[in-house]
């Protein structure tokens, strides 16, 4: 067990986990405000892979993970406007439509990157990782905080933003009030739909950020069905953290720990394996429902479409 | 001075049956979605270079005009037709089960492991009848805890599936590489079922007795449905869970019953799978049959007989798809392009169909206008 506390492997396990939160950090920050806004976003998976996609790209091309970054913010939003405009717009049904775009995502981004770079597999150098000058000599938590993507710290920063306006703001209202009572929010001259359609965008941009962080910064390069599940965890993110920004902020980040501690633990050399390591986020949410199982509360209008001037 | 006072012609109230449609019509609307995604794909394929016209020559002729391609769809048939009468008898109630694919990969390591020793030991009658009964346990058993804490708890059941599900993905791993492993060199997996112990073959063809039970299964599904008290239960409980409650129905046995015959047919297509068509459960291995068929199941708008129709036009992609998009030096998976946009295509056609379906309900009746209210989904 001292093994396992020593210098290196906790820096590597901060910085681990980081890297794997910053994706689902993004997409559940996404899928919150889009669930708040009443429109729940099962294609999350999919806007991630078109971030992931576009912002690969868009750092090959441009040389820069910056504007990669915002090819994959892109990216995302694009894919958002299918669910904009079959769900929010024509009000199909949500969940077979983001099933849906889940499935063309895989196969459209699978498609053009096979038809781009045939079977090789590109893989971008320069990743954009800085240092935080004075914070980065603290010993552990230096080298594994202060060393990352400035995105991350974006990330964080947006988080509370986010928090802010949703709470504190008139637009905040508005969204929540678009999710909890849509004809309240009809009645008072808000357009719903228009609230509704900012929402997903806004959605699929983070999203889109967030994917576009695994093949930039992760992987450093793009393949095929690469999120692996990571959009589906964001969903459960966001529907466990009920809209609050913090457990949000606090789950992907215990979430990211969960999902890096095998090469924490293989530098103390402990094995455990991987399939072990992968179902532990799962079990820990399956537990915790089970122990504290309480009323998970989403908002009241959640998925259900609004038709102006029914009862 | 008279006035006179201008009286419009008393209204006449007409009141007719809403418009139902004729068989052309549902025709109509079941093709017209094929053939825009086909078109539609065929643009994207001409685009990326590759002539369209061969590649769907080349998916016919691979999945349905080769002896060997059609004999595989209806393979494929059986394994797919199973999982979606799963997802109908849960849809139905109105439980979102998304955990189909946990359900699916853990029963298939499960009876895939045991059976090589069992069919050996007692037999290949018995054995075979022990694995796919144990197919359906296991499924049905994943889904126990989702439907426990929705039923006692109220927990959002998307969630608890998905957990269950991902979790049931590895775990299935765990097994296969753990106890369930084989002694054989090579990939991990089970040990093979020898081809004279797995499911008998219909005639002298390739094609297994998995159809006869799916298809079966489908049928028992539709009547149970349509024509039982527990299908009607099932689907009042799905179409207004308050109203099942003042009718005296019981929603929280109602849900566990639901979640485990979902399960249980799941698991079934699991067995079927293995000790008909795999004969062994190879580590990894994830077709993910559960999520594509989930919008697949809506759009035949869960009638079982409309689902039977579009599983075996989607096995035939597949299997036919699977080798045109080798030959046409494509990554397999453009099936899924391909099937996403059916499914676009399909929503779409359903939002207008329901668009003039309210119109022409508002036509016809009183033009004081009833406000017409939403199809209950």
Redesign the interface.
């Known amino acids: 067990m001292n093994d396992l506390l020593t210098e290196p492997v906790l820096t590597a396990l901060i910085a681990s986990a980081l890297l794997a939160m910053a994706p689902l950090l993004f997409a559940a920050l996404g899928e919150s405000v889009s669930e708040q806004a009443g429109v729940l976003n099962v294609g999350l998976e999919g806007m991630m892979l078109f971030g992931a996609y576009a912002g690969f790209n868009g750092a090959l091309y441009l040389h820069s993970s910056w504007l990669g970054l915002l090819c994959g913010a892109l990216g995302g939003v694009l894919a958002s406007l299918v669910m904009v405009i079959l769900c929010v717009r024509m009000r199909l049904d949500q969940i077979v439509v983001g099933v849906a775009l889940f499935l063309f995502a895989e196969g459209v981004t699978s498609l053009l990157h096979g038809a781009q770079f045939g079977h090789e597999y590109p893989r971008i150098d320069h990743t954009g990782e800085v240092d935080v000058p004075l914070l980065h000599d603290i010993p552990v938590v230096g080298k594994s905080f202060f060393h990352q993507h400035p995105i991350v710290y974006v990330g964080i920063a947006l988080a509370f933003a986010i928090r802010w306006m949703l709470r504190r703001t008139s637009i905040g209202l508005s969204l929540r009030a678009a999710g909890e009572a849509p004809a309240a929010l009809d009645a008072a001259g808000v357009d719903v739909t228009r609230t509704r359609t900012a929402a997903v965008m806004a959605c699929g941009a983070l999203a889109g950020i967030g994917g576009a962080y695994l093949s930039i910064v992760g992987a450093g390069s793009f393949t095929p069905m690469m999120t692996q599940g990571a959009g589906f965890m964001a969903i459960v993110l966001a529907m466990l953290a009920r809209g609050k920004v913090l457990w949000v902020i606090t789950m992907s980040f215990l979430f990211g720990v969960s999902l890096s501690i095998s090469t924490a633990l293989q530098l103390a050399g402990i094995t455990i394996s991987t399939d072990v390591i992968q179902m532990l986020p799962y079990v820990t949410v399956i537990v915790v429902l089970i122990l504290f199982a309480r009323r998970s509360y989403l908002p009241s209008a959640l998925a259900l479409p609004y038709f102006r001037g029914e009862r | 001075m008279s006035t006179t006072v201008q009286v419009d012609p008393p209204v006449q109230i007409v009141s007719t049956p809403p418009h139902t449609p004729g068989r052309a019509e549902v025709l109509g609307q079941a093709v017209l979605p094929v053939v825009l995604s086909i078109v539609a794909s065929g643009v994207?394929l001409a685009i990326?270079?590759r002539d369209p016209f061969t590649f769907y020559g080349d998916v016919l002729h691979n999945g349905l005009l080769t002896g060997f391609g059609l004999q595989q769809s209806i393979v494929r048939v059986a394994t797919l037709l199973l999982i979606a009468g799963g997802l109908i008898v849960a849809f139905r109630a109105n439980l979102?089960n998304l955990g189909g694919d946990g359900q699916w990969l853990l029963a298939a390591a499960f009876v895939a492991g045991l059976a090589p020793r069992l069919v050996d030991a007692v037999g290949r009658t018995p054995g075979l009848a022990l694995m796919l009964v144990l197919g359906c346990v296991i499924g049905a058993a994943w889904t126990v805890?989702p439907a426990f804490?929705k039923a006692?708890?109220?927990?959002?059941e998307?969630?608890?599936t998905?957990?269950?599900n991902?979790?049931g993905i590895?775990?299935a791993?765990?097994l296969v590489?753990g106890p369930f492993l084989t002694d054989l060199p090579g990939v991990p997996r089970t040990n093979i079922l020898p081809l004279a112990q797995r499911l008998p073959l219909i005639g002298s063809s390739q094609v297994h007795v998995g159809i006869v039970i799916a298809v079966a299964m489908m049928l028992l599904i539709h009547f149970g449905m349509t024509r039982t008290p527990l299908g009607l239960r099932l689907r009042v409980l799905g179409a207004n869970p308050r109203a099942a409650v003042h009718l005296g129905l019981r929603p929280k046995r109602l849900t566990f019953v639901a979640f485990a015959a979902s399960g249980a047919l799941i698991g079934l297509s699991a067995a079927v799978s293995m000790l008909g068509d795999w004969g062994s459960f190879r580590a990894d291995f994830n077709p993910a049959y559960g999520?594509?068929m989930?919008?697949l199941v809506?759009?035949a708008r869960m009638n079982a007989l409309g689902t039977m129709a579009l599983v075996a036009v989607f096995a035939v992609i597949q299997i036919g798809g699977d080798s045109a998009t080798r030959q046409a030096d494509?990554?397999a998976?453009?099936?899924?392009?391909?099937?996403?946009?059916l499914?676009?295509f399909m929503?779409?056609t359903?939002?207008y169909r329901l668009r003039r379906e309210r119109r022409l309900d508002l036509a016809t009746t009183a033009p004081a206008g009833g406000?017409t209210?939403?199809a209950i989904?």
């Open positions: 994207l990326l270079g979102w805890v804490l006692v708890y109220g927990v959002n998307i969630i608890a998905l957990m269950m991902f979790i590895n775990l791993n765990i590489k999520f594509l989930v919008p809506f759009l494509l990554p998976d453009f099936v899924l392009v391909l099937v996403g946009l499914l676009f929503a779409i359903e939002y406000a209210r939403g989904r």
